[in-house]
């Protein structure tokens, strides 16, 4: 470990998991002397080596916590394949390599649960990654992620470097990205559900309602990334979801939805929308090996939070 305290590149920080991250630092979780530095794109285009090079440059750091990517939900992703990888793997090249010539001692990286093989056996593990072709609905941003985990591996091998990712499943929570064209069915479901009331219409639902889903709340995810940066040294993987106990179809994060926005009006399916991925079951033993006594956010609490900050905060809301 590091001796000295920390100066803390969070990439992505204006985003769903970065703002997370960042109110749980603010609100206690930082140490003496800590110093932590939070980016959106408009610090540096981390597309660009340059702008990655002159924003480590300035800041200097000494750990990174690296969320910046072009994210989206399944049906951006249907649209945007290429995109996705693209941007992600230049992204991903510039901060790790940069990171390294900069003697960065640890960088923690972003994988996701909806990289894993398709075809695949229950529950999924840390093992699995490259094991067989990710679903076709996201194969540009899946092996754009898996290429984390070759760059970390690599880095170890030739450098010694302990650089680490975490595999978070659906996560959500304030300041996600609310658009419904692009963002992810939760926050796409709660903008919706504020439209219908607001409009006196029914809630239209995409798919069947029958995929199944883990979700985070965002502000569990960001307590966990702090304990991944300060005490989780392997250079493998570790998955970041609530149990396979706790996975859920789309028709009760709906019906969850509905409750939470108190919607009274009529919820349609329509099924001639792509369902994506059935299930991506992610098993949380290793991280329950780490920490048994972790307490999840119960959902509906979660799911009420998040609610109520969209709707004191639409005017503000990314959507
Ligand atoms: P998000 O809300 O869309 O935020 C993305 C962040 O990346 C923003 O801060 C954005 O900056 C930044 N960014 C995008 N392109 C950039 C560029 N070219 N240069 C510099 N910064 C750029 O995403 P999120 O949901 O917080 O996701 C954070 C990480 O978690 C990502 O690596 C994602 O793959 C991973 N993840 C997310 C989920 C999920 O369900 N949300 C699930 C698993 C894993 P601006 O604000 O300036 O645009
Ligand atoms: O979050 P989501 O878009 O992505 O969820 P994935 C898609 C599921 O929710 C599908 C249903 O079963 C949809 O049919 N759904 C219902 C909706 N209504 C809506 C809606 O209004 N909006 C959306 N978006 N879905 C993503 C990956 O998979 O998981 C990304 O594509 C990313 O790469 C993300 O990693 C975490 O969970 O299917």
């Known amino acids: 470990m590091m001796d000295g305290p920390m100066r803390v590149l969070v990439t992505g920080g204006s985003g769903l998991v970065g703002r997370a991250i960042e109110r749980v630092v603010k609100e206690g979780e930082a140490r003496e002397g800590e110093e932590w530095i939070f980016l959106s794109s408009k610090d540096a285009n981390l597309m660009s080596a340059e702008e990655t090079r002159s924003v480590f440059q300035k800041h200097r750091p000494t ?3 690296h969320l910046a990517a072009m994210v989206g939900g399944l049906y951006r992703n249907m649209r945007q394949n290429l995109d996705f990888w693209r941007n992600n793997v230049f ?6 390599q940069t990171a390294h010539e900069f003697g960065v001692v640890k960088v923690v990286s972003c994988l996701s649960t909806c990289i894993f093989p398709d075809k695949t056996t229950y529950p999924i593990d840390e093992t699995m990654i490259h094991n067989g072709p990710p679903h076709e609905s996201n194969f540009g941003y899946a092996y754009a992620k898996r290429m984390i985990d070759v760059h970390n591996r690599s880095c170890f091998q030739q450098y010694g470097r302990r650089y680490t990712a975490v595999i978070p499943t659906n996560v959500f929570g304030p300041h996600d990205n609310f658009n419904i064209e692009d963002g992810h069915v ?17 809630l239209q639902v995409w798919g ?6 883990q979700f985070i709340y965002s502000l ?4 966990l990334f702090l304990w991944v940066l300060r005490d989780y040294d392997e250079v493998e993987p570790i998955i ?14 709906v019906d969850a939805v509905v409750e939470a926005m108190e919607f009274k009006g009529d919820v349609i399916y329509d099924t ?29 609490a979660a799911m009420k939070e998040t609610c109520d900050w969209f709707v004191a905060n639409y005017d503000i809301a990314r959507k």
């Open 272 to 300: 001639s929308k792509a369902d994506g991925q059935f299930k991506k079951t992610a098993s949380n033993a290793k991280l329950r090996k780490y920490l048994p006594d972790f307490k999840f956010t119960p959902f509906k």
């Open 91 to 96: 992204i991903n090249d510039n901060v790790l």
């Open 186 to 202: 939760l926050p796409g479901l709660i903008h919706k559900t504020y439209l219908a009331k607001k409009e006196g219409k029914p």
């Open 208 to 213: 069947s309602g029958r995929p199944l889903r």
């Open 240 to 253: 970041l979801s609530v149990g396979e106990e706790d996975e859920l179809s789309i028709k009760d994060a």
């Open 220 to 223: 569990d995810l960001a307590r």
């Open 63 to 65: 750990h990174v916590i």
